[in-house]
């Protein structure tokens, strides 16, 4: 695979090339961006965006309530950006508890940082309080049996539908 540089010298160095590869190069850079804007961590700023990447998401979500002035919120939110960030599998949204408080009304939450899970648009578990490392893993992996195992049922019930 070439690199930007190297890319842009060979373009550079011969405009006929350039002519022909312009139309490739940038579909490809389109394509990358595009990549880049689907990252699965959301700051959710309100109700509509909320619907939008959370209940309507096809995959588990977890849901961070913080806030800048939590100090346990200040661990926990990059220990669970560093263990989602490559996962393609769980989403993970972060809600300022001070910028929604209508979601935080909604949810009833009390004190943060609070964990909510969501699958389907229906919350699936509920964590209140700051967890180690340890702990976070094994809560992520719970989540992944529980998706894995509820698309296992999904899928049995097709199957005997479609019979």
Same mark, same amino acid.
């Given at each position: 695979?070439?690199?930007? &540089?190297?890319?842009?010298? =060979? *373009?550079?160095?011969?405009?006929?090339?350039?002519?022909?590869?312009?139309? %490739?190069? #940038?579909?490809? %850079?389109?394509?990358?961006?595009?990549?880049?804007?689907?990252?699965?961590?959301?700051?959710?700023?309100?109700?509509?965006?909320? /619907?939008? $990447?959370?209940?309507?998401?096809?995959? &588990?979500? %977890?849901?961070?309530?913080?806030?800048?002035?939590?100090? &346990?919120?200040?661990? *926990?939110? &990059?220990? *669970?950006?560093? =263990? #989602? @960030?490559?996962?393609?599998?769980? /989403?993970?949204?972060?809600?300022?508890?001070? $910028?929604?408080? /209508?979601?935080?009304? !909604?949810?009833?939450?009390?004190?943060?940082?609070?964990?909510?899970?969501?699958?389907?648009?229906?919350?699936? /578990?509920?964590?209140?309080?700051?967890?180690?490392?340890?702990?976070?893993?094994?809560?992520?992996? $719970?989540?992944?049996?529980?998706? =894995? #195992?509820?698309?296992? !049922? @999904?899928?049995?019930?097709?199957?005997? $539908?479609?019979?």
């Amino acid at each position: 695979m070439l690199k930007l &540089p190297t890319l842009v010298a =060979r *373009l550079q160095a011969s405009p006929a090339v350039a002519q022909r590869s312009l139309p %490739i190069t #940038l579909s490809a %850079i389109q394509k990358f961006s595009q990549s880049q804007t689907t990252l699965k961590i959301y700051n959710i700023n309100n109700h509509n965006e909320f /619907d939008q $990447k959370i209940i309507n998401s096809n995959v &588990p979500v %977890i849901v961070n309530f913080h806030a800048d002035w939590c100090a &346990p919120c200040k661990t *926990l939110t &990059p220990m *669970l950006t560093t =263990r #989602l @960030e490559n996962a393609d599998d769980i /989403d993970l949204a972060v809600i300022d508890v001070d $910028k929604n408080i /209508d979601l935080v009304e !909604t949810f009833d939450v009390r004190a943060v940082p609070a964990i909510l899970v969501f699958r389907n648009g229906i919350v699936t /578990d509920k964590l209140v309080g700051l967890m180690d490392d340890g702990n976070i893993e094994e809560f992520i992996e $719970k989540i992944r049996t529980k998706a =894995r #195992l509820q698309k296992e !049922t @999904e899928r049995e019930e097709a199957t005997k $539908k479609s019979k």
